[in-house]
């Protein structure tokens, strides 16, 4: 009898601190960047509070784009071609259809 190897499973091996993937702590590190704008903008206007609140806004939402995956929802049929790929992935796909976006146009010459 042959022995063969085993496929080990990879996919918890990239995170840092239990929650952060690589990814997501970038992102997350992104959003709170833009967040800490607002803080210290909020607090040199002396509303130091709305401003730690608006930070930790945009590091969630750092995070969730990092993080999270779209579900795949039956009765909506958007969710059917993109259920279960990364909320970044779709955005940056996105993103570069619009910037890759050719109008073409057309005309006739007008005899007179």
Known sequence: MGTYQIPRSYGGETRILYVFTIKSLISTSIGVAFGLIFYFLFKYLGM????????GFWGLVGYALG???IPTIVWLPV????????????IFRYIKFKKNKKIYTYYTKEEE
Not at 48 to 55: R, S
Not at 79 to 90: A, D, L, Y
């Open 79 to 90: 969710t059917k071609k993109i259920g279960g790929e990364p909320v970044s992935e779709i």
């Open 48 to 55: 130091q509070l709305v401003g730690a609140i608006i930070l």
């Open 67 to 69: 993080a999270f995956k």
